[in-house]
Structure formats: C-alpha cells, structure tokens
C-alpha cells in the first residue's frame, strides 16, 4: 500500500505566474483535500475532491482551483501568483467522507513566490 | 464550526507522561475530534480521534470529558521523537467535513 505522495517537493516561481502542484493519492482513496500552510500557522483547508467533484471549498479565492483524475490522484492549480502564496502546500485524501475518517498526509510542496 | 483552543507550548521530560489539553467548547453533538502531530514541516501524522468514548491505540490516549467541551492527549512515555507541533482538531460535519486546524501545542521533549 503506497502512502500519498506529492510532487514537486519544492518550488520557486515569481509573482504573476501560475503553478501547478500535483498529489497522488493512498491506494483506495477517493477523496483528496487541499491544505496551505503559510510559515508558523496550522494548515488551512483549501478544498475538497470526492470522485471528481468538488466537494468543499475554504477561503480562498478563485484563482486557487483544483482537479481529480479518475484514478483519484489530484492537482492544485494557483494563478496569477502572490508573494503571500508563499507556503508549504499539503494534499491529503481519506477513503470516503465520513464524519469519523482520517485524513492521510503527504509531506507537502514547499511553494516559495519571489 | 467548532473551534479549538490550545496552550501554545509544553515541555515534557523524556520518560514520563505528556499530557496536551484541548477546549472545544462549541462542538457540536456528532463532531469528532482529531488530534494529529507536525514534525519539522512534513505532513501532519494522524494520532488518534474519538466522539464520546476514551480511546487508546499504540501512539497515545485521548480523554474526553462527558460534556465534551474539552479533551487532553496523553502520550504514555514521552521520547525525544515526540518532539512535534500537536494540533486539536473538531472536524465540522457542516462544509465537507473538513479539518479546522488551529495554531496547534509545540511540545518539547526534554532529555
């Protein structure tokens, strides 16, 4: 059973450009969630993919949008980037989503925006 | 959607107990809370999750009161590899049922 993982680990790119990071996710997760985590804060919920769909959205604005393949893995896309986009960028996905279920981890893009 | 509160650091003395309380004052009746741990930026690791009852499983204990306003972790026999940002996390059953994390307890596990 493979964990999740993400790809790339880092990045550097320069206002106004977009990104695109991607995630694969636990064998037999359908589910895949977004997470930004700027430096010194808890992670903050950017969305939410169940079977294709978004399922969930945070506070973030519309420049932030995501995919999910049929195979479940999972891409987040930023445009028009900011220097405050600057973070450590973690995707996770869960079986379902039931109240009761885990979250698992990747170990995060480090997004740095010069 | 329910918030959590935290003491933002601890110290804990390798070997013995290291007890991390947590307030969720607001939650509601069919909420859950989670505890996962950060280790030097990585993912956050799952630990543990109850609704009513006290858990335990390999890693720790969770402990929460009968009015489920609040909740400690309890990791039995602290070492040096526990050293880690803990977050209390009340995962909301309203928006997709995602996680809520705060600023979270730096514990420091001293030799």
């Known amino acids: 059973e493979t964990g999740v993982t993400q790809s790339p680990t880092h990045l550097i790119k320069t206002r106004g450009q977009q990104v695109t990071l991607r995630c694969s996710s636990q064998s037999g997760h359908n589910t895949v969630s977004w997470y930004q985590q700027a430096l010194g804060q808890g992670p903050q919920f950017i969305f939410q993919?169940?079977?294709?769909?978004?399922?969930g959205r945070g506070n973030f604005p519309p420049r932030f949008s995501g995919l999910q393949f049929p195979n479940y893995s999972s891409e987040l896309n930023v445009n028009a980037l900011e220097l405050d986009d600057s973070a450590l960028y973690l995707c996770a996905s869960s079986l379902d989503r039931e109240r009761d279920e885990k979250l698992f981890f990747g170990s995060g893009t480090q997004l740095s925006v010069l | 959607d329910a918030k959590t509160t935290q003491p933002p650091s601890m110290d804990c003395a390798e070997g013995r107990a290291a007890n991390l309380p947590c307030n969720h004052s607001?939650?509601?009746?069919?909420?859950?809370v989670y505890w996962y741990r950060q280790i030097h930026s990585q993912g956050p690791q799952y630990i543990i999750h109850g609704l009513k009852n006290n858990e335990t499983n390999e890693m720790a204990s969770l402990i929460i009161t009968e009015d489920r306003k609040s909740s400690t972790l309890i990791l039995p026999h602290a070492t040096l590899r526990d050293t880690a940002v803990y977050y209390c996390i009340v995962r909301s059953s309203n928006t997709g049922n995602q996680f809520y994390f705060g600023t979270g307890t730096s514990l420091t596990v001293i030799p």
């Open positions: 993919y169940y079977r294709e769909e978004e399922n």
């Open positions: 607001t939650i509601s009746g069919n909420e859950y």
